[in-house]
């Protein structure tokens, strides 16, 4: 039996600490949503727009369970009308969960600040998914998947803000409860993206080395 390579066991133990986040995320900080009470709703804060957030809680479930099956390699290459079932899925989701996401931005009771990190989070999002939809049109398929790769790391940052929220909480972190969400926000999914967008311009980089002169 040939034993995975050092690479391949990295890969191995990145996809479980991303789906293992994932989960934690859906069944800590969603399921409850599926109960419709004022006390799961937070009370006044979510109770009057909960029908927008349940929308959104739920096509943001479906865009990050499907989101990983988007870069299995065998589903791609041997199956590829299914995976342009589940990229339309995903991207659809990511769609529904935006629209409706920026109205509770809009009307969030909270500070300006929170409101527009979770604006920018959202439209980043949204934007990279429509990027990914684009370049795929026109054929451009590294272009295309550069932006689902981008398009993943924005949507897995819904996850990791709120594991880093429990973290924080867990440490007694100084600040009250809405500035560390409103930190959270803003680094969630900057901070990233910048660290994705290094590790996509060194492959180019890279790969335009090896193309002979």
């Known amino acids: 039996m040939k034993l995975p390579t050092r690479p391949n066991r990295l890969h191995a ?46 096509s943001g479930i479906i865009a990050t369970v499907v989101s990983p099956f988007q870069f299995i390699s065998y589903i791609r290459n041997n199956y590829t009308r299914l995976h342009r079932i589940i990229g339309k899925t995903y991207i659809y989701s990511i769609v529904v969960s935006s629209i409706t996401s920026f109205y509770l931005c809009a009307t969030t009771p909270e500070n300006i600040y929170y409101a527009l990190g979770l604006t920018g989070f959202t439209a980043a999002w949204l934007f990279t ?37 429990d973290i924080l909480i867990h440490m007694n972190a100084g ?8 930190v959270l926000s803003w680094v969630s999914w900057i901070v990233p993206l910048i660290i994705t967008e290094l590790v996509l311009q060194k492959i180019k980089i890279k790969k335009y080395r090896l193309i002979p002169a």
């Open 175 to 182: 600040g009250t409860r809405v500035e560390r969400l409103t």
């Open 13 to 58: 133990v990145i996809w479980f600490l991303i789906i293992s986040v994932s989960i934690y995320y859906i069944q800590a900080k969603c399921f409850r949503y599926f109960v419709f009470t004022p006390k799961n709703y937070h009370e006044d804060f979510f109770w009057p727009r909960r029908n927008t957030l349940f929308i959104h809680i739920v």
């Open 129 to 165: 998914a429509i990027m990914g939809v684009i370049t795929v049109r026109k054929g451009l398929i590294e272009q295309h998947k550069a932006w689902m790769v981008r398009c993943f790391v924005v949507t897995i940052g819904f996850s990791i803000s709120r594991l880093l929220e």
